[in-house]
């Protein structure tokens, strides 16, 4: 008597890609259950579940807390050296952007933000907290600190939506230049709640030190991205 073979992972999660790669799952449409996807395919839930989180490891689908499985919207093309900011790249690419501000406080450096930002431990920083995203969904966290030293008042300013504007128009100085360090993390559950994503869930971050026409550092910026909603775009011209 033949032994029928047992449908594998890998097999399930060609399928499912091969569904959303010819269109018969679109952007934000909801998976099968797990068993669904299993009796469907005539294997395991077990072996469903590893597929599907195969296929979030690689951005392909994400999971909504309490909600399920869905196909990962279109990505943002994230240029890091870019010289346009988040409410205007996001915009050009036919995204609807939002930024919501989460909290704005006065802070004492601590050792670490004060070598990252050349001043003295104990001397008085803005700290704002937004969180950001298109088309409804919330895609990145970050942390930034400001010198009020450089940007006095800067506290009392809307910075909801875009500090860079503030510091252009009310403090007549730019964003001159922009050092960048990009790694891979995971969130916190206090993180990964306010991006409805599980807690643990993989994520980019991007530090960013941001200086004057002066050289002075007016900007520590600490981003955590979704890892499933960025695509990282650089233009190298030729030497």
């Not at 395991?44 to 195969?54: C, F, H, I, M, S």
């Not at 196909?71 to 010289?83: E, G, M, Q, W």
């Not at 875009?162 to 001159?176: D, G, K, L």
């Not at 230049?177 to 993989?202: F, R």
Request: charged share 30%.
């Amino acid at each position: 008597m033949a032994v029928r073979k047992t449908v594998s992972s890998l097999q399930v999660v060609e399928y499912l890609r091969n569904c959303i790669e010819h269109g018969d799952l679109q952007p934000e449409d909801k998976l099968p259950s797990e068993r669904v996807i299993s009796e469907t395919l005539k294997t395991t839930r077990v072996t469903a579940r590893e597929a599907l989180k195969q296929l979030e490891a690689e951005g392909a689908i994400y999971r909504s807390n309490r909600r399920g499985w869905f196909v990962t919207p279109r990505r943002i093309n994230y240029d890091p050296s870019r010289a346009s900011f988040f409410m205007d790249y996001v915009a050009d690419q036919g995204f609807v952007p939002f930024s919501r501000e989460l909290s704005k406080n006065r802070i004492d450096a601590s050792d670490r933000l004060a070598k990252k930002m050349n001043v003295k431990e104990g001397d008085e920083l803005v700290e704002l907290e937004r969180v950001r995203g298109a088309n409804g969904r919330a895609v990145y966290l970050e942390s930034i600190y400001l010198n009020p030293q450089l940007l006095p008042g800067i506290y009392d300013q809307d910075l909801e939506h875009s500090v860079s504007t503030v510091v252009r128009n009310i403090y007549s100085q730019e964003f001159a230049t922009t050092e960048l360090d990009i790694t891979v993390g995971a969130l916190t559950a206090e993180q990964a709640e306010l991006l409805d994503a599980p807690s643990g869930y993989t994520c980019i971050c991007v530090h960013r030190i941001t200086r004057n026409q002066n050289g002075d550092i007016l900007e520590y910026d600490r981003e955590f991205w979704r890892h499933d909603s960025l695509n990282i775009n650089v233009l190298i011209q030729g030497q």
